[in-house]
């Protein structure tokens, strides 16, 4: 089923355009914002809504404020960078609901930015609560969907509102990740390689259930690969283990191979004697890591088999790190293969806010074909999931 976006509606001008959108930005000890990805990929949505002459009800949450009004979750620094960015005055709403937002939307004119007080201050947002969604839509116009990273939560202003616009269109971020994902999945050029990574296996086990009916390649990285290696009969120390899934992990495996997937895990890594940064390491084949050891990073012979592996792919999809790259002692592989990847000759598509952030501590991230903006949004399209806020738009699209 096909989603109407912004550009589709026939005429913005004058109308109240309500717009979700994840300003959910990291913030320092001073609220001053860190890092603002997630703003300026929103930034193609709002303009186009303001050069069509639209007054733009901004909407978003800011940390996990559980339903109470707390003054370190406003939306506050969020407004004052928008400001910046757009070279406009972008009004911070006293509320998200009530009378005197009402008077606050009532008074705009088109062309003004209104940025609404964080949803999540109420426990109706959490809980897709109707009646909260029926107050915080106010009277807009239109809904517009640019908040692809919360789209698989079904809260009050990304599900539960939909019911109360008459004109329901998603924006131009929300267009890419699923364009992109599109291309990745439903049609890839060949081979499709798949890396994952991250802790742990059992977050990832609906992911690679799907990617073995789409794949022609997984890497496995991270502590998750250390399940894979025990279950494969390795001696793998102290690294991260989860004993429940040996036998999970194993079937995977297998099925891989009986479907001719190419299913590549790590041949060496870096091991430390504790978990810490100031931790012995040394570099050792999987075979040999010490009883009293843990491998915490994918070693060097990794890194060339796994580059070489991405050698021929067309399409790249990479959720999760290669190992405890925060502490330097063990990034190196991670953003060795931010390098292979960027450097490849394919389709790259990255996703999950650890991966994100590799490829910026990289540099690498202007080769990266698509950044997405969702961590667990992404993991379950990945998974074949229905989003929430995906299905609501394809619903009203039609």
Not at 55 to 61: D, E, F, N, T
Not at 160 to 188: D, H, R
Not at 229 to 252: P, Q
Request: glycine share 8%; aromatic share 8%; charged share 25%.
């Amino acid at each position: 089923m096909a989603i109407r976006y912004i550009d589709e509606i026939e005429d913005l001008s004058g109308k109240k355009v309500f717009m979700r959108v994840d300003f959910n930005v990291p913030l320092d000890d001073n609220q001053n914002i860190t890092e603002d990805t997630r703003i300026r990929a929103v930034l193609p949505t709002i303009n186009y809504a303001l050069d069509a002459n639209a007054k733009v009800i901004l909407a978003s949450h800011l940390g996990r404020p559980k339903g109470e009004r707390k003054p370190k979750y406003s939306m506050a620094p969020a407004a004052k960078r928008l400001s910046r960015l757009l070279g406009k005055d972008v009004k911070l709403a006293s509320d998200c609901i009530g009378e005197e937002v009402r008077k606050q939307i009532a008074a705009m004119q088109p062309g003004d930015v209104l940025m609404l007080e964080n949803v999540r201050f109420y426990e109706g947002e959490e809980k897709n609560d109707g009646n909260f969604a029926m107050a915080l839509a106010n009277d807009c116009d239109i809904y517009v969907n640019d908040a692809f990273a919360v789209s698989h939560r079904a809260h009050a202003s990304v599900e539960a509102i939909t019911k109360f616009f008459p004109v329901i269109a998603a924006g131009f971020l929300m267009k890419n990740e699923m364009n992109y994902f599109e291309k990745a999945m439903k049609n890839p050029i060949r081979p499709l390689v798949a890396i994952l990574g991250g802790a742990k296996v059992s977050g990832k086990l609906e992911v690679l259930g799907n990617l073995l009916n789409k794949v022609d390649k997984i890497i496995i990285g991270g502590g998750m690969a250390f399940t894979f290696l025990k279950a494969l009969g390795y001696n793998v120390g102290k690294s991260l283990v989860e004993e429940e899934l040996l036998e999970t992990a194993r079937k995977t495996y297998d099925l891989a191979r009986e479907k001719g997937i190419k299913f590549y895990l790590p041949v060496d890594c870096v091991a430390a004697d504790r978990f810490n940064p100031e931790a012995e390491t040394k570099v050792t084949t999987i075979q040999e890591i010490p009883e009293e050891w843990m491998g915490l990073d994918i070693g060097p012979a990794t890194v060339t088999l796994f580059s070489e592996a991405l050698q021929n792919a067309k399409t790249i999809i990479w959720n999760g790190p290669m190992g405890v790259f925060e502490m330097d002692a063990f990034s190196r592989g991670t953003f060795a293969m931010v390098t292979a990847v960027a450097n490849s000759y394919a389709l790259t598509i990255v996703g999950g806010g650890d991966t994100d952030s590799a490829v910026h501590r990289a540099g690498e991230y202007a080769k990266i074909s698509y950044i997405s903006t969702g961590g667990g949004a992404f993991l379950e399209l990945l998974e074949g999931k229905k989003l929430p806020g995906i299905r609501v738009l394809e619903e009203s699209g039609n």
